[in-house]
């Protein structure tokens, strides 16, 4: 089991020093640490459809970026 400490320096590796670029890199942070995106990617495979996640990111990021 991994510890406290382990934990959130994984956290903090792979969604805190990362920029968001806009609102769309926020949520795909979120939805890939809660799990969502997983669940997301096994249902797409297994329909045999792309999500639509890749796109709806980049719109995002278009429509409300973040002033960095």
Avoid: H, W
């Amino acid at each position: 089991m991994q510890s406290l400490y382990g934990a959130i320096a994984n956290y903090k590796l792979n969604y805190m020093e990362k920029k968001s670029k806009g609102l769309g890199d926020t949520i795909a942070k979120i939805t890939k640490a809660t799990g969502i995106k997983k669940v997301v990617d096994t249902v797409a495979k297994t329909v045999n459809k792309d999500c639509g996640c890749g796109k709806r990111q980049e719109t995002l990021n278009r429509l409300f970026p973040y002033n960095n």
